[in-house]
Nanobody, 124 residues
């Protein structure tokens, strides 16, 4: 069974940084495309970034481009999201998702996997 566990959330002041981790188990990690999403209070879940199996193809949403960086370490079965220049509007629960398919939109399919999320709060 595939399990995804996010960590690294917390409270930070505006302009600060957080590094989120998504650790996977129960799977051959480098067979999976991994994505990060977030859900702010009262809003829908937003796709932020996606990284291919080898890390050579990366997507960022406009809302986080130039501030967030996704990376993966297949030897550690872990994907990271480095978040810099954080803003209060970045406050949300952050989720990682994994799919045997290729794109961030594929994370909405029933055969994708999701973690439980980690809270990131940015104070002004």
């Amino acid at each position: 069974e595939v399990q995804l566990v996010e960590s690294g959330g917390g409270l930070v002041q505006a302009g600060g940084s957080l590094r989120l981790s998504c650790a996977a188990s129960g799977v051959t990690f480098n067979d999976l495309t991994i994505a990060w999403f977030r859900q702010a209070p009262g809003k829908g879940r937003e796709g932020l970034s996606c990284i291919s199996r080898t890390g050579t193809s990366i997507y960022y949403a406009d809302s986080v481009k130039d501030r967030f960086t996704i990376s993966r370490d297949n030897a550690k079965n872990t994907v990271y999201l480095q978040m810099n220049s954080l803003k209060p509007e970045d406050t949300a629960v952050y989720y990682c998702a994994a799919s045997w398919r290729l794109g961030i939109d594929d994370m909405w399919r029933p055969d994708a996997y999701w973690g439980q999320g980690t809270q990131a709060t940015v104070s002004s």
